[in-house]
């Protein structure tokens, strides 16, 4: 049996936010934002979870969540970096061992099973998967002077989401060659093995509920969600 293990991320300080509190601690319908993530794996397959957290807040989340609910698949609370990236890395060294390996956004507290359980299916096929949904606005490209210089075809268009499922060797040389570098560009896990790993990522459908919660309007919708999901 292939070993899947799921990297949550909640080392992020959430600034296009503007709150007091991380988001990822933020309330949504009654618990944490990142109860939500949690709970979605530790339902799911998925034999362990590594989540990665702030500086100094792994005794809190020890606490507040893996105790207080119970979420036995936790099996390492690791501190994140300054970016994204780094994030990923130190969660990555701390489930080395697993085959494959699925990176999400805490932050995106409504990743469903069907999602979770279409990347696993697909990932010993593909090596490296993308959740995502086709765009619904016209995409432009501009130049420095904000003048339209493309109008790329929408039925070619994705917007992305986690999780991102890949190998985890793959994943692993692919970062280790980016960390050499500190590509400051880099966005999500797929770009690092689009660039740094030659290998071709595949795109697997997302939900269009599967939002990352990132300005507050966002919180009004997720407030929706959550509710509905707690129902
Ligand atoms: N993240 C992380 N470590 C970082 C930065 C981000 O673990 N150094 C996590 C966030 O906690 C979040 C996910 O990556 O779950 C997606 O990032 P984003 O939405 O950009 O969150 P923040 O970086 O926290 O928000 P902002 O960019 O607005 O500051
Ligand atoms: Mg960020």
Same mark, same amino acid.
């Given at each position: 049996m292939s070993s899947f293990a799921a990297i949550v991320l909640a080392a992020g300080k959430g600034s296009r936010m503007n709150s007091d509190v991380h988001k990822q601690y933020?309330? %949504?319908a009654g618990k944490p934002v990142i109860y939500y993530s949690l709970k979605a794996f530790s339902d799911s397959p998925v034999d362990e979870i590594v989540l990665v957290t702030g500086v100094g807040e792994q005794e809190y989340c020890r606490r507040e969540l893996i105790e207080k609910y119970q979420f036995t698949? !936790?099996?390492?609370?690791?501190? #994140?970096g300054a970016e994204r990236y780094h994030? !990923?890395?130190? #969660? %990555?060294?701390?489930? =080395?061992?697993a085959e494959y390996v699925m990176i999400h956004? #805490? =932050?995106r507290p409504f990743v469903t099973q069907d999602i979770i359980c279409r990347a696993m299916e697909d990932v010993p096929r593909s090596r490296a998967n993308i959740a995502a949904v086709p765009v619904k606005d016209t995409i432009k490209m501009?130049?420095?002077?904000n003048c339209v210089t493309d109008t790329p075809r929408r039925d070619r268009l994705w917007s992305v989401q986690t999780p991102q499922t890949f190998e985890t060797t793959l994943l692993k040389n692919a970062y280790e060659v980016m960390m050499k570098q500190?590509?400051?560009?880099?966005?999500?896990? =797929?770009? !690092?093995v689009e660039r740094y790993g030659g290998y071709k990522v595949h795109v697997i459908m997302g939900d269009y509920r599967n939002i990352k %919660?990132?300005?507050?309007e966002d919180l009004l919708i997720g407030e929706i969600f959550a509710t509905e999901k707690n129902g």
């Open positions: 933020m309330n %949504l698949k !936790v099996t390492h609370i690791v501190e #994140g994030s !990923v890395y130190q #969660g %990555l060294m701390a489930c =080395a061992n956004d #805490g =932050a501009t130049d420095e002077t500190e590509d400051a560009d880099i966005t999500d896990d =797929a770009m !690092v %919660l990132t300005t507050p």
